[in-house]
């Protein structure tokens, strides 16, 4: 019986004696069964894995009978193929390694001799957030924003392969940031609008793919003219020519900013600025 396994003879005569070639040798074996394999392992996350970083997952062909296990990676955006280590371990065990080196949705194809194992292909998503840029408002050194004003950042991911951008706001000394809502208004172009309510730093954190893009947190400083308090006999009337004219300037909650003093006149005059550890500056022109 062909069920049985191991190696048969067949006999074929003519006219009594065997033909040339007869006996003939077969062999029976164990019936291959792609659907006994799985495949496991980080390689294999469809959340995604790292840009540049080996990764790895095995596949199980115990119980799937005799076969040829190929497995490919390709880059469905580039049609590049990865090149794949494999590795036999027992009892019908393989590993398998790979290295995204570009970023881009990828698909892991596992075939078992010449047909798909269960879940193949793979469909693997690889983000390189280095590769996001971002413009806006307020990202230069010593830039000021102002309380109220609206601010929209544009967030480009499309050079950083597939992936979520997540925005997080966090004001002042908060430990906790809040969400934000982010506006896809192209493939892979992002638009994150922010408008500071309180004079207090404002830290805008961008993730994509679950890391940080180049330049986040985005640091936001952020002042409000309305709350500087001004006082002293400097801003009073009656001064006499060549007295000391002195008066405050407080900026103990109106956020961060430059000062600046401008005083006009028949002639020059010059200010002198001291300022105080209590967030106050005190100002005395002549």
């Known amino acids: 019986r062909s069920s049985d396994l191991g190696e048969h003879q067949v006999s074929v005569r003519w006219g009594g004696s065997h033909i040339p070639g007869s006996r003939f040798k077969v062999n029976v074996n164990v019936p291959t069964d792609a659907s006994k394999c799985k495949a496991q392992g980080p390689g ?19 119980g799937a009978g005799p076969g040829r296990l190929d497995v490919k990676a390709l880059n469905t955006k580039t049609d590049r193929e990865l090149p794949v280590e494999m590795k ?18 990828y698909e892991i194809d596992i075939t078992y001799d010449g ?29 000021i ?3 109220g004003e609206p601010l929209e950042y544009r967030v480009d991911a499309t050079e950083a392969g597939p992936g979520d951008l997540v925005a997080q706001l966090v004001v002042g000394s908060a430990r906790k940031p809040v969400e934000i809502p982010v506006e896809e208004t192209g493939e892979g172009v992002y638009v994150v609008r922010v408008t500071p309510d309180e004079a207090q730093r404002h830290n805008v954190n961008l993730l994509y793919a679950g890391a940080p893009v180049p330049d986040s947190p985005l640091k936001l400083h ?4 309305s709350q500087v308090r001004v006082y002293g006999r400097g801003l009073e009337s009656g001064l006499k020519s060549g007295e000391a004219a002195p008066f405050t ?3 103990s909650k109106a956020g961060e900013g430059d000062l600046g003093i401008e005083i006009d006149g028949p002639v020059e ?10 967030k106050t500056w005190t100002v005395t022109y002549y």
């Open 249 to 251: 300037v407080d900026l």
């Open 269 to 278: 005059v010059k200010a002198e600025r001291k300022q105080n550890r209590d």
């Open 115 to 143: 047909v798909h194992i269960p879940e193949s292909p793979f469909r693997v998503p690889v983000a390189d957030p280095s590769r996001v840029t971002v413009s806006g408002p307020g990202l230069g050194d010593g830039d």
């Open 44 to 62: 294999l996350n469809p959340g995604g894995v790292k840009f540049g970083v080996p990764t790895k997952f095995s596949v199980k062909t115990k």
């Open 222 to 225: 952020v002042a409000d003219p």
């Open 88 to 105: 036999e371990g027992r009892d019908g065990t393989y590993s398998a390694s790979y290295s995204p080196d570009e970023p881009g949705p």
């Open 145 to 147: 924003v102002k309380v």
